[in-house]
């Protein structure tokens, strides 16, 4: 029997336009009307998860950062695993050596070194420019971005970050250049215990090995005595192998899901312009004791 369905959110949840769209959402609200937690399992940070499930009007368990930091329905939190000062130092180090940009997670929110102004040109001429190699309908409008400002914490230096009570969830990096960030893998693997992953060919994000969806969905299960096998899990991209490639899970890929997703899923569903969430849910709810795609 299916107790428990875990989204990722971009490209998965969230539409071309990052947003909940209603036809998901009802079908959320139809899930747990039947007895079947929902719960949000993303790269993303909590308050900026936080505000897009307040406004399609969305209550449910949360697990953040790629696997860094879990939370219940209720916003209490069940755990949060960090990246030790010592290894940010060397994170950050490889970095400048390699010329990559820093973003930076915190318990408290996204960090940045870089001016208000550096951000907004980084965010307009790295970012989004990368993220549309792997998907060219992605789209970030000027409130995005406005919205982006309104939540970073802006730090002058490194100093002043080791210096404050921030602990760090996850660094991640974008680049117009994605063969470049081999040699950043590579460099990376100085660093022990550390988990590696992507959302697209131009990215990279980093979190403590402790930190991974997959770590983070079988934690959240435990709290609430859910098995492997009364799990769904959805996916689209590669910081989501951890929780799509579990033993005894039901995996369910997305249609726009990179080849790697695709292979290692059990299921497939619509893809993320199509409502596909809304789709492999109504297919649960079809016979939950007997769960298959039809």
Known sequence: ??????????????????????????????????????????????????????????????????????????????????????????????????????????????????????????????????????????????????????RVIFIDSEETLFQSDHQILKVTTHTTQPERLADLREALKAVPDLAVANTSVADLEITSIHAQKGIGLMDYAKTKGYQADEIVAIGDSGNDYSMLSLPGIHSVAMANATEEIQNVCVYRTRDNANDGIAYIIRCILADQNNFELR
């Open 1 to 150: 029997m299916i107790r428990l369905v875990a989204s990722d959110l971009d490209g998965t949840l969230l539409d071309t336009f990052r947003r909940i769209t209603d036809e998901n959402r009802e079908a959320i609200a139809m899930l747990q009307e039947h007895g079947i937690e929902f719960i949000i399992n993303t790269g993303r940070d909590y308050q900026n998860v936080v505000d897009i499930a307040a406004e399609a009007n969305l209550t449910c368990g949360m697990i953040c950062s790629n696997g860094a930091s879990g939370y219940d329905e209720n916003g209490k939190m069940l755990f949060q695993h960090f990246i030790p000062s010592d290894s940010v130092k060397q994170i950050f180090e490889i970095f400048r050596k390699l010329d990559f940009v820093p973003n930076v997670f915190s318990q408290q929110g996204r960090i940045s070194f870089l001016s208000k102004e550096g951000l907004e040109d980084y965010t307009r001429n790295v970012m989004i420019p990368s993220m549309q190699i792997s998907h060219p309908d992605f789209v970030y409008t000027d409130q995005d971005l406005q919205d982006l400002m309104g």
